[in-house]
Each structure stands twice: as structure tokens, then as C-alpha cells.
């Protein structure tokens, strides 16, 4: 088993920016993670993926130069760093963990844990 917890959600105005933070803990084999959102009615998007033992990272073009996925591997944590933010980024935020490779097609389906969210507002 895996568990995430996520932080650092909040309002802010378009534009501005915020971090956040998933730690992770457990010892089943993850070999990739990722940040996905939701808004109510829609399906979850995923927005930024990184293998979890270090590697490049893929992103989706909805956030690609705007948002920067970063971890730390010795300290079990995920960042996502989250700039310019617009109204349309407003939705609940998830962290999640696979135990496939990753992939740039950022699927809810390649991922099996995943945290309770944090939810992000952005205000116009």
C-alpha cells in the first residue's frame, strides 16, 4: 500500500501562483507519480507526471510552461509548482501514484493510489 497526503491548496487570484506538496509513504513498488485535477462533472485530468526514481518529466499542454512537477526521492515527496494561474484552474487537485512506467497520455486508469485532494481556487 501507498499513502499520499496532500497540501498546500488555496484561493488565489488570477495570476498568482502556489506550491503544492504530496508526501508519500509505504512500500509498494511506484514507478511513476503524478498530479491530476477534477472538477465536478468532469473527469479527472491528469496534468504532470515524473518517474519516481528520477527522470524527465511529461506534462499536459494545459499546463505545460505554467505548472513544474518536482520531487524529492529521499525525502518521499511531490511538488507541484503552479504559475499564472487562471480561473480555469480551479478544481481539486490529487496526487497519485502508479506502478507502471510513465507515460506522456497521463491516465487516471496507470495509476492505483492516490491522495484525498487539495482544492485550488482562482480567483478573476
Known amino acids: 500500500q501507498v499513502q499520499l497526503v496532500e497540501s498546500g491548496g488555496g484561493s488565489v487570484q488570477s495570476g498568482g501562483s502556489l506550491r503544492l506538496s504530496c508526501a508519500a509513504s509505504g512500500n509498494t513498488i511506484r514507478r511513476c507519480m503524478a498530479w491530476f485535477r477534477q472538477v465536478p462533472g468532469k473527469e479527472r485530468e491528469g496534468l504532470a507526471a515524473?518517474?519516481?526514481?528520477?527522470?524527465?518529466?511529461y506534462y499536459s499542454d494545459s499546463v505545460k510552461g505554467r505548472f513544474t512537477i518536482s520531487q524529492n526521492v529521499a525525502k518521499n515527496t511531490l511538488a507541484l509548482q503552479m504559475n499564472s494561474l487562471k480561473p480555469e484552474d480551479t478544481a481539486m487537485y490529487y496526487c497519485?501514484?502508479?506502478?507502471?512506467?510513465?507515460?506522456?497520455?497521463?491516465?487516471?486508469?496507470?495509476?492505483?493510489?492516490w491522495g484525498q485532494g487539495t482544492q485550488v481556487t482562482v480567483g478573476s
Open positions: 497519485a501514484a502508479g506502478r507502471y512506467y510513465c507515460s506522456s497520455l497521463i491516465r487516471q486508469s496507470d495509476y492505483d493510489y
Open positions: 515524473i518517474p519516481a526514481a528520477g527522470g524527465d518529466p
